[in-house]
């Protein structure tokens, strides 16, 4: 699984993340973030070129050394300084009240431990930071949810622990942030199994 997970599936998602249906969502997403900006599941850095002239720095933190070497090949490309940290959003680093933003596209789904991962991301917000977020989950529909917890158990194995099941705006509430805006809907072009979307900014209080 090492293999896979290192020099496999860091090309799989690079280049099928990349896509052009997914650039619309990142921007808008990350359009209000600000400061100093912790990105958990940083990926290969696609989100990068979105960031406004408001953000000072950006820290990306991810576990996958395969999908590192991606991220370093953008990190220098931008005015901001990109720094980029193996380190698991369970446990995170980093002094209580550290950054402004956290950001986190379409990573949700595959944090083990996401309850603690979001404790630990409102942890390390300063007081009124905001959490920024374009994920993927369980759609409303019941003939949906019904093929999304099949799935679930292949994507796990496939995808690094891609919970197709998740109701991402559950967990964000159970945190303790106050969700200040939440978009669901249906992404075009998309199978519903996997394209139902949670977009939306909560902010720490």
Known sequence: MGFYREKILPHILHHGMAAERHARFRKETVLTARGSVLEIGFGSGLNLKYYSDAVTTVTGIETNPGMRKYAVKLAHEYEFPVHLLDMDAQRLGFDNGEFDTVVST?????????????????????????????????????????????????????????????????????????????????????????????????RKI
């Open 106 to 202: 379409w990573t949700m789904c595959s944090i083990l431990d996401l309850d603690r991962a979001l404790d630990e991301a409102k942890r390390v917000l300063k007081p009124g930071g905001k959490l920024l977020f374009i994920e993927h989950g369980l759609a409303p529909d019941l003939n949906v949810q019904k093929w999304q917890h099949r799935l679930t158990w292949f994507s796990r194995r496939i995808f690094d622990g891609c919970h197709a099941n998740r109701k991402i705006s559950d967990y964000v509430a159970r945190a303790g942030f106050e969700l200040t805006k939440l978009d669901t809907f249906y992404a075009p072009d998309m199978p519903k199994s996997g394209g139902y979307m949670y977009q939306g900014s909560a």
